[in-house]
C-alpha cells in the first residue's frame, strides 16, 4: 500500500484486526500530535492502527526504494529473452529474512 492511498482507505474502511504483534513506540511530541489529529479526522481508525497502517506503507515504500545491484550469474530470462541476473542488494535478504520471521511468528503460541 502506498502512503497516498491511506487517506481513502481511511475514508471508507472501518477498523480491521489481523494477526498483529504487539510493539511499543516512542514518538516525538509533533509526530504524536499529527497521529492524534488523524485520529480526530478518521474517528473509525484507532490511534494504533493509524500508526500501523503508516508504518505498513512506509515498508512497502522502502521495499520499492531498495537498490537492486546486478550480480555476475543469470537467474532467469525476461520476454525478449535478455539476461536477468541475480540481485545483490539488500532486497533478497529482506525477502528471505521477512518470510522466515513471518513463518516462525505464524507457528508461535497463539499465532503472534
Excluded at 504487539?22 to 473509525?44: F, N, Q
Excluded at 550469474?73 to 532486497?91: C, H, K, Q, S
Amino acid at each position: 500500500m502506498r502512503i497516498a492511498e491511506l487517506i481513502q482507505r481511511w475514508s471508507t474502511e472501518g477498523q480491521s484486526h489481523p494477526a498483529c504483534r504487539a510493539y511499543a513506540v516512542s514518538l516525538p511530541l509533533r509526530d504524536a500530535a499529527r497521529i492524534e489529529a488523524l485520529h480526530l479526522m478518521y474517528p473509525k481508525r484507532s490511534e494504533a492502527q493509524l500508526v500501523a497502517d503508516l508504518i505498513r506503507a512506509a515498508l512497502d515504500e522502502l521495499e520499492v526504494a531498495m537498490p537492486y545491484i546486478p550480480g555476475a550469474r543469470v537467474i532467469a530470462e525476461d520476454d525478449y529473452g535478455d539476461p536477468i541476473y541475480e540481485d545483490l542488494g539488500p532486497t533478497p535478504r529482506f525477502y528471505s529474512l521477512s518470510h522466515e520471521i513471518l513463518r516462525r511468528l505464524a507457528t508461535a503460541p497463539g499465532g503472534k
